[in-house]
């Protein structure tokens, strides 16, 4: 069976299943489906497939990473597909199939905010990030959102990841720390805004 295939069940499971924590006994049968998907699916992520783009490869990374969460599966198998992110994204990048920013940083996100990451994969996502800009990003976009998210999340839940970054990619995340983020859906002239601005005076 194909992986689209494959992840299009998967996907339709934990839809019917989104939060599998509170269903009472374990739902063996899903991780069953789960860990069955995980080893057909890794035979066939080692090069891209006709049509298939890198982003599109980091899309379904990503449903499958949210897949494994949901189900509060972390399977030490789930290794080899960071792996996969770690060796053959670059290689995927050197043959020209260059990763776009909003792709990495999705992915990077999700793995960081799922806690099914490695500090070599996220090295490679923000390293492809790092290619655009930041002057290109503007201050309410979701993408500097995540970005800030990243850089939290490394900071003071991923101590061994921040220690593994290369100079480039510190340094791209204290940028981003420095960065002012717009939320245009958040109010500010509320009471608790007032006291808090007399407080901080």
């Not at 299009?8 to 509170?22: N, Q, S």
């Not at 905010?113 to 309410?140: K, M, Q």
Request: aromatic residues 8%.
């Amino acid at each position: 069976m194909a992986a689209a295939a494959l992840l299009h069940i998967v996907t339709e499971r934990a839809g019917c299943k989104a939060d599998l924590g509170t269903v009472p006994g374990k739902p063996y049968s899903f991780a069953l489906l789960l860990l069955v998907f995980l080893e057909e699916y890794l035979k066939m992520i080692e090069t891209l497939r006709d049509g298939e783009t890198i982003s599109d490869r980091a899309a379904e990374l990503r449903e499958v990473l949210l897949c494994f969460h949901r189900a509060g599966l972390a399977p030490d198998r789930l290794r080899l597909l960071y792996s996969h992110i770690e060796r053959d994204f670059p290689r995927f990048e050197a043959a020209g199939a260059l990763l776009p920013m909003p792709s990495a940083v999705s992915l990077c996100h999700t793995m960081l905010a799922t806690g099914l990451s490695s500090s070599g994969a996220v090295t490679v996502l923000l390293r492809s990030a790092l290619r655009e800009p930041l002057i290109h990003v503007v201050d309410d976009s979701q993408e500097l959102r995540m970005l800030k998210t990243i850089e939290m999340l490394i900071r003071l839940d991923f101590l061994y990841t921040q220690e593994q970054l290369p100079p480039e990619v510190t340094e791209y995340l204290s940028v981003v720390r420095n960065l002012r983020f717009y939320d245009r859906e958040l109010r500010r002239d509320t009471p608790l805004s007032y006291q808090m601005a007399f407080f901080l005076r």
